[in-house]
């Protein structure tokens, strides 16, 4: 007796567990995504100085994975609030991307066509489009390489209730 009613309370919190994960998520509205996936074969050791003072430093070591994205998010389109599990660069294609952190989340930061910028794994973050033109950009992500393949977008809860949706 004592055996199945333990089992119904871890099958019920198991439930709940999912229905809790579920209500304090962030999913974001329709969205057109395109994933291109691969592994990066050996390290890559980039260091290259350009002209004015620029420099590119990028250097791996171990498994690696690279995945590019190309997103669409229509008007007033959100992709919920989530993080990454590496580094990514996010270049503007067409419209303005509002980035909204969850230290500060009351305050975006617009990024329009042509420019770029990183998040990194500890950022929870929101992207959303405040414009009237649907928005495109491309995502690169460094992840390590697992088996299976670690999710691009990992869901968080809002940070307040003063955040966007």
């Known amino acids: 007796?004592?055996?199945?009613?333990?089992?119904?309370?871890?099958?019920?919190?198991?439930?709940?567990?999912?229905?809790?994960?579920?209500?304090?998520?962030?999913p974001g509205s329709p969205l057109t995504v395109e994933t291109a996936r691969g592994e990066l074969d050996g390290s890559l050791n980039v260091n290259a100085r350009f002209g004015h003072g620029a420099s590119v430093k990028i250097k791996t070591r171990g498994p690696t994975e690279v995945v590019t994205q190309r997103v669409e998010i229509p008007p007033g389109g959100t992709t919920g609030w989530h993080t990454h599990p590496g580094p990514n660069v996010n270049v503007i294609s067409r419209g303005t991307l509002t980035l909204?952190?969850?230290?500060?989340?009351?305050?975006?930061?617009?990024y329009g066509q042509g420019s770029?910028?990183?998040?990194?794994?500890?950022?929870v973050h929101l992207a959303r489009n405040n414009g009237t033109d649907t928005l495109v950009f491309f995502a690169t992500y460094f992840m390590p390489k697992t088996t299976p393949p670690l999710?691009?977008?990992?869901?968080?809860?809002?940070?307040?209730?003063?955040?966007?949706?």
């Open 116 to 123: 770029s910028f990183p998040t990194y794994p500890d950022q």
């Open 100 to 110: 909204y952190h969850a230290e500060h989340c009351e305050h975006g930061i617009a």
């Open 1 to 26: 007796m004592k055996l199945r009613i333990g089992i119904a309370v871890l099958a019920l919190a198991g439930i709940l567990g999912v229905f809790v994960t579920t209500a304090l998520a962030t």
């Open 151 to 165: 999710p691009i977008r990992l869901d968080a809860p809002s940070p307040g209730p003063e955040c966007p949706l």
